[in-house]
């Protein structure tokens, strides 16, 4: 594949002289071409999405096949028993383990870039995590091992995991880190059983059992699905008894996820557990500060006073409701007055307010899961990675709430009820036929709610 890469522009201007093929046809149909994987010897070639049609994928199969098999094998060496062309979208279906994570070639790029520990705002409730965060950042795989940070949703865990990985990077470029999450890994140990060979079992050991560092956030979502509780128990073998350092994060500690087998347990009460708990008011207040500078943002001390004092068990929520106000005053070139404040806070300030399931509470999880923001998910970009997790939205909006079609389709930036239904049977679809699918869907919804 790498060579194939290497010599990919070669093999297109080979076809394209050897078949005589004119410019504005080279242009239009092979111009864009990229190889994207190789599995049982069949390669895979992606088809830009502006050839959006099955159509291009059928003229350029029957045109192009052969000639590509035979340029590749005669530039390359690499003989291929097959190719198949294929859309973005298919791709990402098939091969979707690869997808999110392509972590080993793009290092940093899975890091949150404001995800560090200059960024961390040290309060009591998460002064030990932090002090732990950082001694396994100065020395991996040397003090504590398995590092397990837990608490409640919102209050940091993804943040000081990140800061790890930033600061080891920092130290030490070379090291190979990969932040994954519990449910991506579950969706490659899925796709790799899926795929029943043993070369795509051997890539996902190979990704996972080389690293120097590994850390998996929100492995509570590994309860109940025993292939990857299987593969990530001789993960984790082989990771600690090299000294690899693993970091690990959950929304309890071991002794309360009861379904977790024994043997996995024990393994993540090895090294040190650390809890983060809610922030108390002045750790509130300082959270707020600090987003505020980085925003270059003021509000005055009263509305500061009432944010900090009316949210209290999760960071998320907190900064939530700064971002919102920075929207309204950037939007409506206006000051922040704390009528305004009040106002426009009700939905995420109310006395008593149960946690209610609202299009947008589900909207805000989907994004942030699939690290979108709002504004792409409203947009009208088609491209999958946002549409896929807007159909979801959809989907999900429609199954945990009465909201009507319409509704969802407002909600959605403005689409039409036809849309909002095709989004939903497609991911209904998917969800009956396909397992990662099906994760997905379960994670989310557990993201949405916990209960
Ligand atoms: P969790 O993974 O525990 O659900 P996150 O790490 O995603 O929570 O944190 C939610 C948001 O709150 C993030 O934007 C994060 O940067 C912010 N946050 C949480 N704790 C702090 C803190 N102590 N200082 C600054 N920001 C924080
Ligand atoms: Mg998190």
Redesign the pocket.
């Known amino acids: 594949m790498d060579l194939l890469l290497e010599k990919w522009k070669e093999i297109l201007l080979g076809i394209k002289q050897e078949h005589m093929v004119s410019d504005v046809s080279f242009d239009t149909w092979l111009k864009d071409l990229i190889p994207y994987n190789v599995e049982e010897n069949k390669l895979y070639i992606l088809v830009p999405p502006k050839h959006d049609q099955q159509m291009t994928i059928d003229y350029i199969t029957r045109k192009y096949k052969k000639p590509f098999l035979v340029a590749i094998e005669e530039i390359t060496g690499e003989h291929y028993d097959e190719l198949v062309f294929i859309l973005k979208e298919q791709a990402q279906e098939k091969f979707i383990a690869s997808f999110p994570n392509k972590y080993n070639e793009e290092n940093q790029s899975n890091l949150n870039p ?2 560090t520990f200059d ?5 009591k409730n ?1 002064s030990f995590a932090h002090a732990a965060a950082l001694a396994v950042a100065e020395s991996p795989g040397e003090v504590y091992n398995p590092l397990y940070i837990h ?1 409640g ?8 995991l990140q800061s790890i990985g930033h600061f080891i990077l920092s130290q030490k470029p070379n090291k190979k880190i990969l932040y994954t999450t519990s449910e991506e890994f579950t969706n490659e140990v899925i796709d790799s059983i899926r795929n029943g060979n043993s070369s795509s079992m051997a890539k996902l050991r190979n990704k996972y059992r080389t690293v120097d560092v590994l850390m998996v ?1 929100d492995i509570q979502f590994i309860i109940g699905k025993e292939s990857t509780q299987e593969e990530f128990f001789h993960t984790f073998n082989v990771l600690h008894s090299s000294g690899k350092q693993i970091i690990l ?1 959950s929304d309890k500690p071991p002794k309360d996820i009861e379904t977790l087998e024994e043997r996995i347990r024990s393994r993540f009460e090895w090294g040190l557990l650390a809890d ?1 708990g809610y ?1 108390d008011y002045e ?1 509130r207040m300082a ?1 707020l500060r ?1 987003k505020e500078e980085s925003n270059e943002f003021h509000l005055n001390d009263e509305i500061l006073d009432y944010i900090a004092s009316n949210i209290k068990s999760n ?2 929520e907190l ?1 939530g409701a700064l971002n919102k106000l920075l929207a309204y005053s950037k939007l409506q070139k206006t000051e922040i007055t704390m009528d305004i404040a009040v106002h426009e806070l009700q939905n995420i300030i109310s006395p008593n307010k149960e946690m209610e399931i609202t299009p947008q509470l589900i909207i805000e999880v989907v994004c942030e899961h699939f690290k979108l923001s709002e504004v792409q998910m409203l947009s009208k970009k088609r491209s999958s990675d946002i549409s896929k997790p807007r159909q979801i939205a959809m989907y999900l909006i429609r199954n945990l709430t009465d909201t009507s079609l319409k509704t969802i389709g407002t909600l959605l930036g403005g689409r039409d009820h036809t849309t909002i239904i095709h989004g939903i049977e497609q991911i209904d679809h998917e969800y009956q036929t396909s397992e990662i699918m099906q994760n997905t869907i379960e994670t989310v919804k557990k993201k949405i709610n916990p209960n």
């Open positions: 404001n995800y960024n961390f705002v040290v309060g998460n608490g949703p919102g209050l940091g865990k993804t943040h000081l956030d994060s983060i922030p750790t959270i600090n960071v998320r900064e």
